[in-house]
């Protein structure tokens, strides 16, 4: 008859329990994983999944009871690390959508927001356009199954039971102005062009006095907005496979730093 100790039990369900904690910490806050469109039964099921797959190429878990304190300790240590990877990510998505809100407002278009299933709040149309061609680069990338092997290698620089150093936290304070400064280089054509429109339009009115600007100036900025976005279209991707790749730099920084 088949026996199992006490012992093997808690090595079986450490083995499981902590990758999977890591995974659903990532999956929390990765881009594509944490969208809300994706139900939490589907993105639980995967990270079962995707956890039982990785199990055989993982280090071995500390043996610690699985009814412990330190074994719940070590559980919110493991979500810790995964919602952290999965947030240096979110900062570029962030910066797109700080490039959307610039040009958007800038279009005159920043009135026209609707509740976006990603963000789980208003957004505008220009940012949610944005957005959405950034999830699909990072898509056609295979962005999300790297995120995922970032996170098994991760297992490796950061076994479950180690200690993380507080620099490592820090990282993510300081990749916060990436954010900022990434959503403005990347509107910045954009924002130039109609800053060029709207000082034309003022001295074509300063010109013409008799000339309504509201009833002009509104619809040639929409067309200039989208003419020059429909034009950049073709360097997006390019910018956003950069920014990506800085997306994977900083976590590389961020575990190299907690390590």
Do not use: C, Y
């Given at each position: ?6 012992a ?9 329990m ?8 990532l999956?929390?806050s990765?881009?594509?994983w ?29 043996a ?15 979500v ?6 999965g947030f ?11 490039a959307?809100e610039?040009i ?10 609707f509740f976006?299933?990603t963000?789980g709040?208003?957004?505008s ?5 944005l957005?959405l061609?950034?999830?699909l ?10 995120l ?14 180690a200690?993380?150093?507080r620099?490592g936290?820090m990282v ?12 403005v ?19 074509l ?5 008799q000339?309504n600007?509201?009833a002009?100036g ?13 034009l950049?279209?073709?360097?997006i ?17 961020l ?5």
């Amino acid at each position: 008859m088949l026996q199992v100790t006490a012992a093997q039990l808690d090595a079986w369900l450490a083995a499981f329990m902590f990758p999977i904690a890591r995974l659903l910490g990532l999956f929390a806050s990765a881009p594509l994983w944490s969208n809300r469109g994706i139900p939490i039964r589907v993105r639980l099921a995967a990270g079962l999944a995707i956890a039982l797959a990785v199990l055989p190429a993982l280090p071995d878990m500390p043996a610690v009871p699985t009814d412990s304190w330190d074994a719940l300790g070590l559980l919110m240590h493991q979500v810790l690390i995964g919602v952290a990877i999965g947030f240096m990510m979110r900062l570029m998505f962030a910066a797109v959508d700080v490039a959307g809100e610039m040009i958007g407002l800038q279009m005159g278009l920043s009135f026209a927001i609707f509740f976006s299933p990603t963000t789980g709040g208003q957004t505008s149309v220009i940012a949610e356009f944005l957005g959405l061609l950034a999830l699909l680069v990072f898509l056609a990338l295979d962005g999300h199954l790297m995120l995922v092997g970032v996170l098994v290698k991760s297992f490796e620089w950061l076994p479950v039971g180690a200690a993380t150093a507080r620099d490592g936290w820090m990282v993510i304070v300081s990749h916060a102005a990436l954010m900022f400064a990434a959503g403005v280089m990347m509107a910045l054509p954009m924002v130039a062009t109609l800053l060029i429109a709207n000082i034309a339009l003022g001295i074509l009115t300063r010109a013409a006095p008799q000339l309504n600007l509201f009833a002009v100036g509104f619809p040639v900025t929409l067309t200039v907005g989208f003419l020059v976005l429909f034009l950049s279209l073709t360097v997006i991707g390019p910018a956003l496979h950069r920014l990506f790749e800085q997306g994977f730099a900083s976590i590389d920084a961020l575990l190299r730093a907690m390590a």
